[in-house]
């Protein structure tokens, strides 16, 4: 490791960084503005001025800005120097010539890096006497609130819009310093990252809009740590509340999972935890068929009562429940009658992507793995709209070939413009196989096929990178020669990857990525990786649970097998054959249901038990690595909204009081879910006989909320089930000593921990530092791992067998064999997840539900563009409006997910197209 000289004090830095990053990692304060972990530098604010000496003779030096100095062996400066101070100083004054002095109305006020830097730099007088430059601010959209005024001209927001996540609709505009940052026109921003603005601008010119509709103080609020529940890759996130209702999320860094950056479902989607038609009171159905309040109490005899009289009991779980509720469900119901509560189709791809990852060859991908991929091949799976902070990592991993011309230039990764200048736009080997365009296809070389071809494709890689995959029988000259150059590229590569996913239900597309994989191991080694995309926050869970797909369940109450219906935190009409689904629930005696939405099984049930949202429970999702995450609740517990497995516990033999004992019980029936109960520390935790905050050092509203009622302090909420108060008060998220107060390296007291573990941090804030850029005080390394490790605990084990994964080819697609159009999905980044489409604000983002077809088969069918078609599946029928595709393979008609009134789809569920009347 280099040595680097700071203010005379020698210290041990890592290799290929710069001095900003680490001065910052030693704990130093020194400003800045334009640097960002993750966009690297580009030298644009100067805001971190330094004194760089040439060596220990040098006693004049020169200034330098510390994020363009490179951290080598023998660097000497002085961050304390007096010029280089009146430097950053004098920085700070012009930029504030033309920044309104608005700090008390600014959303951002209080977590502003910006104001942290102003007082960082001493700086605290106006000498300024002249008008300010003024901007007209723009019109962004549901998610963005705009004032340009506030900007400084760091340029992180468009590194990070255009460069970074390849946002095409937002710019720079404007020279000197007359720079004007938004769109040419007012409009919605396109890019499914947008939100990400809010964390990378340093001021308050792109705010939360959805925060500014109930906006609370950030200090005011109460936040605890949380897991997105959004789809499949486990991001971590901050959930902030107050007043009994969420107000904001924020992302909360995770080195394998989501890093820096969400995508905007999981940033806003929270409102659907905010809305007035959610249950919260428990509901019980009198003898006039009238639904009708009840307390708690009175529910839970109800429910009790209807499960002692039933002839039957079947009950259905839910991918979006945690592993917690799911497991409490079966164990009510009993083995053979627990279904995990995913279609028939989409449960059996699940459970075989899951037997890829837990005994296939290769090991499960992490996001960070991915970005790090020098060869990516997407083999049926559409990542920018079903788990889009994956597309993101994409993304990255299409630069990494082309940045090894930089290293042989001998310039740093980090030195970003000069990176970006020389490489041109360049991208490595990043192919993508789907039946239709996506939004990768600008940095990808895309295949478009049915989803037999795209299996074909697969086997025909896995065959050319050698091993035991034969060739594929009958495969077409340009099919073959297709992939002979995916498999010529993925040889090449040092840490090659493939991804795939269960959206296209199909056995052979992940036989054939399996088969792919089984290749990659042979011909790489342990470099390679394995990617994988679930439909759900908990599909890996409830498939590690085990069970019956829900259609079994039903065609017991249908046959008279069974009478009571219980259903947790599921929208049965979104998997199960409308048919089916309305026979079963005529037939059942009495249904229960378990929610946090007011979903159409909600509105049929006779007994409601109102659920726990993410914001207001605990427990433990399972994501697409199989990586158990805990969430933690940032409202306090009430007797009517409770969590799932809480009610289902009442109604059960179980003694399960906390969350500690239902991991327990869990970990003693399921073994090889035990790790889930290391996820985050139990109840008991303290640091230093103190529980965590979830509130910070300057939260100041507690007695305010409730003055109109009563002067006096009320007592905090207990919550049994995490080692979180739900107070100010506790021990502090801090990193320890820094290297400005002289303390560092000093050796704790023995038996004193200085660390929270960073799955019990619930908000970044330390002295001095009050804007999510002090995460640099809660990391091992910067853009490394957090303090004391990553939350989470992985389930699955170093990948060792493969046996049972042989596959076939299938034969290749012929448009028209089939009673039809072959059905495959168009997800919405949006809204195809069930609860974000419940959240206003992304619901304004959603996409009007289409049908795409390829013009030769809309014209085949007599459908024209832009008019309704009726499509039909299995006697049920819904009209969509048609698009015309050529993009889109023949003889697949794309539908949106779901579709009311259509059944789940299936690998091989054709529909008949006509024009509507």
């Not at 280089?84 to 209080?110: K, Q, Y």
């Not at 989501?258 to 999981?266: I, K, P, S, V």
């Not at 995959?469 to 590229?489: C, F, M, N, Q």
């Not at 007592?715 to 008060?729: G, V, Y």
Request: aromatic share 6%; proline share 8%.
């Amino acid at each position: 490791m280099p040595t680097i000289h700071i203010d005379g004090t020698a210290h041990s830095v890592p290799e290929g960084v710069n001095l900003l990053h680490a001065a910052l990692q030693l704990g130093y304060d020194l400003p800045y503005f334009c640097w960002h972990p993750a966009l690297g530098s580009v030298g644009a604010c100067r805001q971190c001025a330094v004194r760089q000496y040439r060596d220990e003779k040098d006693e004049k030096g020169q200034i330098a800005m510390a994020c363009m100095v490179p951290a080598v062996d023998g660097t000497r400066c002085s961050i304390a120097d007096a010029e280089a101070t009146e430097f950053r100083a004098s920085v700070i004054e012009w930029l504030m010539t033309n920044h309104p002095h608005d700090c008390p109305v600014c959303d951002e006020g209080g977590e502003c890096h910006l104001q942290d830097m102003t007082v960082m730099t001493g700086h605290c007088s106006r000498r300024h006497r002249f008008p300010k430059r003024t901007f007209r601010n723009q019109f962004l959209g549901p998610f963005i609130n705009h004032e340009m005024n506030r900007c400084i001209q760091c340029y992180r927001c468009t590194r990070f819009y255009n460069d970074y996540a390849g946002g095409t609709d937002f710019g720079a505009f404007g020279a000197h310093n007359h720079v004007y940052f938004g769109r040419s026109t007012d409009g919605v921003l396109e890019n499914e990252f947008s939100g990400n603005l809010i964390e990378v601008c340093p001021t308050g010119v792109f705010t939360d809009k959805t925060l500014k509709r109930h906006y609370t103080r950030k200090w005011d609020l109460e936040s605890a740590p949380s897991v997105c529940a959004h789809c499949s890759l486990g991001c971590n996130t901050f959930a902030g509340a107050r007043y009994g209702a969420v107000r904001r999320i924020l992302n909360r860094y995770h080195s394998a999972i989501n890093g820096y950056f969400l995508c905007d479902r999981g940033r806003f989607a929270y409102e659907h935890a905010n809305r007035p038609d959610r249950p919260r009171q428990p509901l019980v159905r009198d003898k006039d068929g009238t639904m009708r309040p009840a307390v708690a109490a009175v529910a839970l005899k109800a429910a009790s009562d209807a499960l002692a009289a039933a002839k039957g009991v079947v009950a259905v779980g839910s991918p979006r429940a945690s592993l917690e509720g799911n497991y409490a469900l079966r164990t009510l119901a009993g083995n053979g009658r627990y279904s995990p509560g995913m279609a028939a189709a989409e449960a059996a791809a699940a459970a075989l992507l899951v037997e890829i990852l837990r005994d296939g060859p290769l090991p499960a991908a992490s996001l960070h793995d991915l970005e790090q991929a020098d060869a990516v091949l997407v083999l049926g799976e559409d990542p920018a709209d079903t788990a889009p902070r994956m597309a993101l990592a994409l993304r990255q991993a299409a630069r990494q070939q082309p940045l090894e011309s930089v290293d042989k230039l001998g310039i740093p990764r980090w030195y970003d413009r000069a990176a970006r200048d020389i490489i041109q736009g360049a991208t490595g080997p990043l192919h993508t196989a789907w039946t239709q365009a996506t939004r990768l296809d600008d940095i990808s070389r895309p295949f478009r096929g049915a989803p037999a071809d795209i299996a074909r494709l697969g086997f025909a890689v896995a065959h050319h990178l050698g091993g035991d995959t034969p060739p594929v029988a009958g495969i077409d000259d340009a099919l073959d020669a297709r992939a002979k150059e995916i498999a010529e590229s993925l040889r090449a590569a040092r840490r090659p990857a493939v991804v795939t996913g269960t959206s296209l239900h199909s056995r052979p597309v992940l036989l054939a990525a399996a088969a792919v994989a089984r290749a990659l191991l042979q011909a790489n080694g342990e470099n390679a990786r394995l990617g994988a995309v679930f439909g759900e926050a908990n599909t890996v869970g409830a498939t590690l649970l085990g069970g019956p797909p829900p259609e079994e369940l039903l065609e017991s109450l249908d046959a008279g097998k069974a009478d009571t219906l219980v259903v947790l935190e599921n929208d049965l009409t979104r998997r199960v054959a409308p048919a089916l689904l309305q026979r079963a629930l005529e037939a059942a005696r009495c249904v229960i249901a378990l929610d946090c939405a007011a979903t159409p099984v909600v509105e049929r049930a006779d007994i409601v038990l109102p659920a726990a949202s993410f914001a207001d429970a605990a427990g433990t999702l399972v994501n697409h690595e199989g990586r158990a995450q805990r969430f933690f609740p940032a409202l306090p517990h009430t007797d009517d909204l409770r969590e799932s497995w809480r009610w289902l516990a009442a109604l059960t033999d179980a003694t399960w009081d906390s969350l500690d004992d239902i991991l327990l019980a869990l970990a003693k029936d399921f073994p090889h879910l035990a790790p889930a109960a290391e996820a985050a520390p139990g109840e008991d935790f303290r640091l230093n006989g103190r529980k965590a905050p979830r509130s910070s050092r300057r939260y100041s509203g507690r007695t305010s909320q409730l003055a109109d009622r009563s002067l006096h302090e009320p007592r905090p909420p207990d919550d049994p089930d995490s080692p979180l108060a739900f107070s100010m008060e506790g021990a502090a998220p801090t990193c320890g000593s820094t290297a400005n107060s002289g303390e560092k390296n000093v050796p704790s007291p023995a038996g004193v921990q200085k660390h929270l573990p960073s799955s019990l941090v619930s908000h970044y804030q330390t002295p001095g530092w009050n804007s999510v850029q002090s995460l640099t005080r809660f990391q091992e390394e910067i853009a490394g791992l957090c303090r004391g490790g990553d939350p989470g605990a992985l389930l699955f084990a170093a990948p060792g067998g493969n046996g049972a994964l042989a596959g076939s080819p299938p034969r290749p697609f012929n448009p028209g064999a089939g009673p039809g159009l072959l059905t495959v999905p168009a997800h919405d980044v949006f809204t195809s997840d069930e609860l974000a489409a419940l959240s206003p604000p992304v619901a304004e983002r959603a996409a009007p539900p289409v049908c795409r077809l390829h013009p030769e088969d809309a014209a085949a069918h007599g459908i024209a563009d832009d008019t309704d078609a009726r499509i039909e599946i299995d006697g049920a029928s819904a009209v969509l409006r048609a698009r015309l595709d050529p993009s889109l393979a023949r003889g697949l008609i794309a539908l949106p997910v779901p579709v009311p009134g259509l059944p789940p789809r299936a690998d091989d569920t054709y529909a008949t197209v006509r024009p509507a009347p």
